[in-house]
């Protein structure tokens, strides 16, 4: 025997278990994996870490699966550890040999754990399987309150709970997201109009308006909202106006007063959004004069925002840019490094920078022994415009010359000879020509002067 949520549940072909509960458990596991994308296979086992292993899958999407032996580990992993198992590329899709992540998530409520959820989705990066995990715990505190709730009511919140999921998730921009989510709350919580803001560098930004395309956030309603909102999360509680008897009347509602009159005194409700107990923004919700907000109601809006805050929250995230993730990331190790707790990432940091220090600072002299060839950088060829010999090098290689310098003279003692034997062949020309002239031998004297 195997309990759940304070429900005796045998093992299969033996378990006596409610219809109904059987029906929200099969019906939440189905809706979950629809609304995460890329997920192919999943089980939810139903027992406590304290009364045997999560060996045996009470309920499967698709409905009885085949194969889930490479999810079993998984399960049981999360389930000893009581904490969410990742494990990347944990098998491959039979029909395509795609890889798939594997995932397991424990359920918690009520602060003890009542089942595990392992599920196998395509590959994908790690953040994106963080946000599957955050997912399925946002689940788990809507199934506490469904079953609980029972029968047709669980089945309708259930439904009501996925078309906001569905809306939050289907627009690929956030703000069209936040818009089309802030409309579908209205209908569905009964009220005049749903304002959703979030925390931009410790300030309210207000996001979206219920059935509202175009938002000014100079106007003074969307100004009046911003300040309800932020006193909302100063005092980190859910605030109701007007206040009902039964909260305290120190709690301060005085943007709450101003914005209910501006709107003619209308019920006002705000909620604030928490992801991973951060506030992360506020939903303000505006109720008709006649119609003002009950507890239950309350407590519902509650449930629907601790659900939807991480979706709003990721998907936001997703459209910064760079430069902004890279500031936040820069933040968050700053808070780390400088604030209290992870002293092993601070002693890492005095190490490095110590070793950066010691690396600028000291002085030394390191001699390093080595063969070395000197070669010239550009190499010039200079070529002569007549063959020879050279007589005389002026410059040996390596050194440093100037324009116009004398590098090298050739030797010429072959033109001088053959200079000097020219010369002598004219200097007797020259005379046999005057000796002819003086014989008056005109033809003798042209062909003399002709050679």
């Known amino acids: 025997m195997i309990k759940a949520m304070g429900l005796v549940i045998s093992e299969p072909g033996k378990r006596p278990m409610r219809a ?3 029906t929200i458990l099969t019906q939440w596991l189905a809706q979950q994996c629809r609304m995460i994308p890329g997920a192919v296979q999943a089980v939810l086992l139903t027992a406590t870490a304290d009364e045997g292993a999560f060996d045996t899958a009470l309920y499967y ?29 944990n098998s491959t899709r039979q029909q395509t040999d795609e890889p798939l992540d594997g995932i397991a998530c424990p359920l918690y409520a009520d602060g003890r754990m009542i089942g595990v ?23 788990a505190q809507w199934l506490e309150i469904l079953l609980r709730l ?8 259930l439904l009501n709970l996925v078309d906001l999921m569905a809306a939050a998730l289907e627009q690929e921009r956030f703000q069209i997201a936040a818009t089309e989510l802030a409309t579908l709350l209205a209908q569905r919580l009964s009220c005049s109009q749903v304002s959703l803001g979030f925390l931009h560098h410790n300030k309210v930004r207000v ?17 009046a909202i911003r300040d309800a909102m932020g006193e909302a999360l100063d005092q980190g ?77 990721t998907k936001r995230r997703e459209e910064r840019s760079l430069l902004a993730q890279v500031a936040e990331k820069a933040h ?46 550009s190499s010039q060829v200079i070529a002569a415009p007549q063959q020879g010999y050279i ?17 090298v003279t050739l030797d010429n003692k072959a033109l001088l000879m053959e200079q000097r034997k020219w010369q002598s062949q004219r200097a007797q020309l020259l005379k046999e020509s005057q000796k002819a002239l003086a014989g008056y031998d005109r033809a003798e004297v042209a062909i003399l002067s002709a050679r």
């Open 117 to 139: 959820v392992a599920m196998e989705i395509m590959h994908r990066a790690e953040l994106m399987q963080r946000a599957a995990v955050q997912q399925i715990q946002a689940g």
């Open 61 to 89: 999407w698709p409905d009885q699966i085949s194969e889930h032996s490479q999810l079993a580990p998984l399960a049981q992993a999360a389930a000893e550890n009581r904490k969410s198992v990742l494990k990347p590329r």
């Open 332 to 377: 968050h190790l700053g808070q780390r490094l400088f604030g209290r707790g992870h002293w092993q990432l601070k002693f890492a940091a005095i190490a490095c920078v110590v070793l950066v220090a010691l690396l600028y600072l000291a002085d030394g002299t390191q001699r390093v022994v080595s063969d070395s060839v000197l070669e010239a950088k």
């Open 237 to 313: 509680a859910r605030i109701l106006w007007p206040l009902p008897e039964v909260i305290n009347a120190l709690q301060a509602t005085h943007f709450h007063t101003r914005l209910s009159e501006m709107r003619q005194g209308v019920p006002l409700c705000t909620i604030p959004l928490v992801k991973n107990g951060k506030a992360i923004g506020a939903m303000l919700l505006e109720r008709p004069a006649e119609a003002p907000f009950d507890l239950d109601t309350v407590d519902q809006s509650e449930q629907i925002a601790l659900l939807l805050a991480p979706v709003l929250e």
């Open 20 to 22: 109904q509960t059987d």
């Open 150 to 157: 029972g029968g047709e009511e669980a089945r309708e919140q």
């Open 207 to 223: 996001t979206a308006l219920s059935n509202t395309q175009q938002l000014d956030p100079h106007t003074s309603l969307v100004t």
């Open 391 to 407: 007589a005389e090098a002026r410059v040996r290689a390596g050194d440093r010359v100037q324009k116009g310098d004398l590098l």
